[in-house]
Structure formats: C-alpha cells, structure tokens
C-alpha cells in the first residue's frame, strides 16, 4: 500500500483544523455586533468547522488579538448529558451559575455560558479572559437568546 504525503497532511490538516465551513452545520449563530455588546470586544466574522466530537462549531478571533477565539459549538443531540456534564463540572465549588429566562436551562460561569434546548445545547467558550472585567449575565441572556432563535430556523 503506498502512502500519499499530501493525501495525510491533507487529512491530518482537516482533524486538527476543522472541515471547511460548506462540510458543517450552521453554527455561526451570533453576530460580532451581537458579540461585542455582550462582551465590550470587536470579533470578526465566525469561521465554520467541526469540533473533536463532529458537533457544528463556530470561532469568532478577536479584532485586537485574533489568537484569541471566543468559540460557538451546537450539539445537536446529547445535549442534556452534555449540559448536566458542563454544568457540574462548571459549579463546582462556586456560586450559582444557573441562568433564568432562556431555553429550559441556561448557565453562566463569567467565562463560559450554555444553553438547553429539547435535546440541543449551545455553548460559548471564553466568553471573558479571567482577567477582564465581568460580564452582566443580562447580556449573556440577550447572546444565548439570539443564538437559540436562529438555531431554531
């Protein structure tokens, strides 16, 4: 059997990276307008991809430092396991995390938020560096409220 270089690399590049946005569910669910008045930063347009499990993800860079990726990823299905799992490891130790007035459960930990749909979650990872200032759940709420919406469509 003959390997092919570019046909690995290719492949290799796809696993790490993510498949290209066409390949995906629409997981670009929020708007950098929708991100920045939730967060008080500037994010460029979300890139489509897969996540480690095949779930939709969407990565947003942000303006001022486009290493530094505030992440969207839909799961589809699984999503309670998924939220029960989040939000036990999450609230371990800390104050209430819970979020009331969206989806049938919602959480907000000041990095990460989540919210449960039926059997869909949708998460938003690095959310606010430890270091910046914190973020008014409020605005998490108004964030999780569009991105929900939309996934419904």
Do not use: H
């Not at 498949?19 to 008080?40: H, N």
Request: aromatic share 4%.
């Amino acid at each position: 059997m003959e390997i092919r270089p570019l046909r690995v690399l290719t492949t290799l590049l796809l696993v790490t990276m993510g498949v290209p946005a066409g390949a995906s569910a629409a997981a670009c669910l929020v708007t950098p307008e929708e991100l920045r008045a939730a967060t008080g930063r500037e994010f460029i347009a979300g890139q489509e991809g897969k996540a480690a499990d095949g779930s939709a993800l969407c990565t947003y860079a942000e303006v001022a430092a486009p290493t530094r990726k505030l992440a969207l990823n839909v799961i589809a299905s699984r999503g309670k396991a998924a939220y029960e799992s989040r939000v036990r490891l999450l609230s371990m130790g800390k104050k209430e995390i819970g979020l009331k007035g969206v989806g049938d459960a919602a959480y907000f930990n000041g990095t990460a938020a989540g919210v449960l749909s039926g059997d869909k979650l949708i998460t938003l990872s690095n959310v606010r560096r430890a270091s910046a200032p914190e973020i008014a759940p409020e605005r998490i709420v108004t964030l999780l409220q569009a991105a929900l919406g939309r996934a419904a469509k």
